[in-house]
């Protein structure tokens, strides 16, 4: 596995925890947001 996967693995892997956290505290705008960056980084693993 190359380092760069590995960066983007965790960048994915970033998003979700954050689209958890803020969805947790009722931010569902900006849980969506953090969704949708993680979708994108995620097309990088393909």
């Given amino acids: 596995m190359t380092f ?3 960066a983007w693995i965790a960048t994915v892997l ?3 925890v ?5 969805l ?3 931010y ?3 849980a969506g ?6 979708l994108a980084a995620a097309i990088n693993l393909l």
Avoid: K, P
């Avoid at 954050?18 to 803020?22: D, G, N, S």
């Avoid at 947001?33 to 993680?38: D, G, K, S």
């Fill in 28 to 30: 569902t705008g900006y």
């Fill in 18 to 22: 954050a689209a958890a956290l803020l």
């Fill in 33 to 38: 947001l953090a969704v949708a960056v993680a």
């Fill in 4 to 6: 760069t996967r590995i």
């Fill in 24 to 26: 947790l505290a009722g």
């Fill in 14 to 16: 970033v998003a979700l």
